[in-house]
């Protein structure tokens, strides 16, 4: 499926801690519904940030991985 993100976030080998401060500012901004397509570099990411979707009520509505990076789909909740 292909998704058109209203923003785009690349965190690039930011660590999780302030990959999601990050995002959290980010997402403040962002209306309900709206979505947005992160990127990193970090595996740590790949289980905290399914956690942290659930966490603040937001949707994750898909993991891609390529090699070392994953992209991810948010859709604010």
Excluded at 6 to 20: H, K, N, Q, S, V
Excluded at 23 to 49: C, H, N, W
Aim: include cysteine; charge should be negative.
């Amino acid at each position: 499926m292909s998704y058109k993100p209203d923003f785009l976030c690349d965190a690039g080998p930011t660590g999780c801690g302030e990959l999601i401060m990050n995002l959290f500012l980010t997402m403040k901004k962002m209306d309900k519904g709206q979505m947005i397509e992160v990127i990193s570099y970090d595996p740590g990411a790949r289980e905290d940030l399914p956690a942290w979707c659930r966490m603040q009520q937001h949707t994750l509505v898909e993991r891609r991985d390529f090699g070392k990076t994953s992209h991810y789909y948010i859709e604010k909740g």
